[in-house]
């Protein structure tokens, strides 16, 4: 079985006309457009945000992007704030895919959409896939690989990739816990813990610190891709929530999903990748190296983790409002509840340990 990410069957509920996409194209995209035959469409099956399908166009690949069904949350799917980032970077940072075109009427397929390049490449997700195997060496390797182009992305000359204007770096921390606070009140159901002091421990340890760079805003392992040999990163995905601010935030977002082998098991039972793998590094020893790479120095950790994890359990805690709704009937949602609680007792055992 190949290890290249495949897309599957499209999920109930969120197709996509092939016939209305192919009419739009015609006048606004015509390389998407089939010389014989019909457009391919299928979706890829990771992801709770932002759906991602891919588009088969003759001998062509290509990848279609759209808000999820049901959300509120407008700001965190922008297609054009997205699209807008890739053509920026395209041209500056070797990992941002090219992007094709993009959508504003949601007529066509019921929501704004952008296309771009397809990267063929291997994506991991909770486990390795079918038939792969990392020895401690080569798990070694592919984090620090992770955390060097995390790296690379954090020191791109923000004016060089016309990225001056897509965000404001004064205030930015404080922004962004006000922010996800609030997003947590408003999304909280019954079933979850208040975390009222955990905000307030937030609130009350705001670093003095201005910090400008570019930052992917969920930089993690299933939005990175590959090659078949798992050697080198080919690129970058995912971009919707990219802005300028403060990369040591980004960087702790990206260790939020970062469990080791050591940790408690409720932590296990709900780790997105294979970052408990043997020669993984750990998040210190990758905090250590982003240190080396960056050359930031960082003199409150607990706060970055902190605010890390939070962060995770507010995005988990907003789908699954969602699911609890009925606003998304996608059976994956259903225990992002439970994931909530565990997510808040790492932060109170990074708190008591600080």
């Known amino acids: 079985m190949t290890a290249i990410d495949q897309a599957r069957d499209?999920?109930?509920?969120?197709g996509i006309d092939a016939a209305a996409l192919t009419a739009w194209c015609r006048e606004h995209a015509p390389v998407l457009v089939p010389r014989n035959g019909e457009m391919t469409i299928r979706q890829f099956?990771?992801?709770?945000?932002?759906?991602?399908?891919?588009?088969?166009?003759?001998?062509?690949?290509?990848?279609?992007?759209?808000?999820?069904?049901?959300?509120?949350?407008?700001?965190?799917?922008?297609?054009?704030?997205?699209?807008?980032?890739?053509?920026?970077?395209?041209?500056?940072?070797?990992?941002?895919?090219?992007?094709?075109?993009?959508?504003?009427?949601?007529?066509?397929?019921?929501?704004?959409?952008y296309v771009m390049q397809r990267l063929r490449g291997v994506i991991l997700r909770r486990n390795l896939p079918e038939g792969v195997d990392l020895s401690p060496t080569e798990a070694t390797r592919l984090c620090e690989q992770l955390l060097d182009v995390q790296a690379k992305l954090h020191t791109t000359d923000v004016d060089a990739a016309g990225m001056a204007d897509f965000g404001?770096?004064?205030?930015?921390?404080?922004?962004?816990?006000?922010?996800?606070?609030?997003?947590?009140?408003?999304?909280?159901?019954?079933?979850?813990?208040?975390?009222?002091?955990?905000?307030?421990?937030?609130?009350?340890?705001?670093?003095?610190?201005?910090?400008?760079?570019?930052?992917?805003?969920?930089?993690?392992?299933?939005?990175?891709?590959?090659?078949?040999?798992?050697?080198?990163?080919?690129?970058?995905?995912?971009?919707?929530?990219?802005?300028l601010g403060d990369p040591v935030m980004d960087f702790a977002c990206s260790m939020a999903y970062w469990v080791q082998d050591d940790d408690p098991k409720p932590m296990r039972?709900?780790?997105?990748?294979?970052?408990?793998?043997?020669?993984?590094?750990?998040?210190?020893?990758?905090?250590?190296?982003?240190?080396?790479?960056?050359?930031?120095?960082?003199?409150?950790?607990?706060?970055?983790?902190?605010?890390g994890l939070f962060r995770l359990a507010v995005i988990l805690q907003q789908i699954y409002k969602r699911y609890v709704e009925g606003k998304t009937r996608d059976k994956r949602f259903a225990t992002f509840g439970h994931a909530v609680n565990v997510l808040h007792e790492q932060c109170e055992r990074v708190i008591r340990a600080a």
Request: proline content about 6%; charged content about 30%; aromatic content about 10%.
């Open 168 to 243: 404001k770096p004064e205030g930015y921390i404080e922004r962004q816990i006000t922010g996800w606070n609030k997003r947590y009140r408003n999304a909280r159901t019954d079933d979850v813990p208040d975390c009222e002091a955990l905000m307030q421990w937030l609130e009350a340890r705001i670093p003095n610190v201005t910090r400008r760079a570019i930052i992917h805003n969920d930089y993690k392992l299933d939005n990175v891709v590959f090659d078949e040999k798992l050697n080198d990163i080919i690129g970058v995905l995912d971009w919707e929530m990219a802005t």
């Open 45 to 113: 099956p990771g992801g709770a945000s932002n759906l991602t399908y891919l588009l088969a166009v003759d001998d062509n690949e290509y990848v279609l992007r759209r808000p999820p069904f049901g959300s509120q949350v407008k700001s965190a799917h922008d297609m054009g704030r997205e699209y807008g980032v890739l053509s920026r970077l395209h041209g500056v940072y070797d990992y941002a895919p090219e992007p094709i075109v993009h959508c504003t009427d949601e007529s066509v397929i019921g929501a704004e959409f």
């Open 10 to 14: 499209i999920r109930e509920g969120e």
């Open 269 to 307: 039972d709900i780790r997105m990748g294979p970052t408990h793998l043997p020669g993984m590094l750990t998040r210190d020893e990758m905090l250590a190296r982003y240190r080396e790479k960056t050359g930031h120095t960082i003199d409150d950790w607990p706060f970055y983790q902190v605010f």
